[in-house]
């Protein structure tokens, strides 16, 4: 009878603890504001990339930052953005938080230009208040070259 009381609170532990972890509230990023820009940087891990993903509907441009070695592919970090308008005005510079950058921008065209282990790549997007747009920024790996010890 002690067994089958124990077994009970055991198992009522674990329905409760279960159920209060599925109403936990998702982890949403920090939503940051600079000048009429308005953004959001991270995914690291699965909990921050749902959230990330979960949130990019809201912002019209996603910029995703990749490392790629034929068919491997690797998310990457502390990735420096500058985004200028038309004008060449800077209207966001940044270091990535994660491999995901959500921004709303005001509608027209932009220079985004992004650097990650000192190679520089850009590209040009429209952002329309009525279109999403993505841009995925790839580098190659870069092999660490293997260290020689000298044996005694």
Same mark, same amino acid.
């Given at each position: #009878?002690? $067994?089958?009381?124990?077994?009970?609170?055991?198992?009522?532990?674990?329905?409760? +603890?279960? %159920?209060?972890?599925?109403?936990?509230? #998702?982890?949403?990023?920090?939503?940051? *504001?600079?000048? &009429? *820009?308005?953004?959001?940087? !991270? !995914?690291? !891990?699965?909990?921050?990339?749902?959230?990330?993903?979960? *949130?990019?509907? +809201?912002?019209?441009?996603?910029? $995703?930052?990749?490392?790629?070695?034929?068919?491997?592919?690797?998310?990457? +970090?502390?990735?420096?953005?500058?985004? @200028?308008?038309?004008?060449?005005? %800077?209207?966001?510079?940044?270091?990535?938080?994660?491999?995901?950058?959500?921004? &709303?921008?005001?509608? !027209?065209?932009? *220079?985004?230009?992004?650097?990650? &282990?000192?190679?520089?790549?850009?590209?040009?997007? +429209?952002?329309?208040?009525?279109?999403? @747009?993505?841009?995925?920024?790839?580098?190659?790996?870069?092999? @660490?070259?293997?260290?020689?010890?000298? %044996?005694?």
């Amino acid at each position: #009878m002690i $067994v089958t009381d124990l077994l009970i609170v055991v198992l009522a532990s674990v329905v409760l +603890s279960t %159920s209060a972890l599925a109403e936990e509230p #998702m982890l949403l990023p920090k939503v940051e *504001v600079l000048g &009429n *820009v308005t953004y959001v940087t !991270g !995914g690291i !891990g699965e909990d921050e990339t749902a959230a990330m993903r979960e *949130v990019a509907k +809201s912002y019209q441009l996603k910029i $995703v930052f990749v490392q790629k070695l034929k068919e491997q592919e690797q998310f990457i +970090s502390d990735v420096k953005v500058k985004i @200028q308008d038309a004008q060449n005005n %800077s209207v966001l510079d940044i270091t990535t938080e994660g491999p995901f950058l959500l921004a &709303n921008l005001p509608n !027209g065209k932009y *220079v985004i230009t992004a650097e990650f &282990n000192d190679l520089i790549k850009r590209q040009q997007v +429209s952002v329309n208040a009525k279109k999403h @747009q993505k841009v995925v920024f790839w580098w190659p790996f870069v092999e @660490q070259p293997e260290i020689e010890y000298e %044996s005694e």
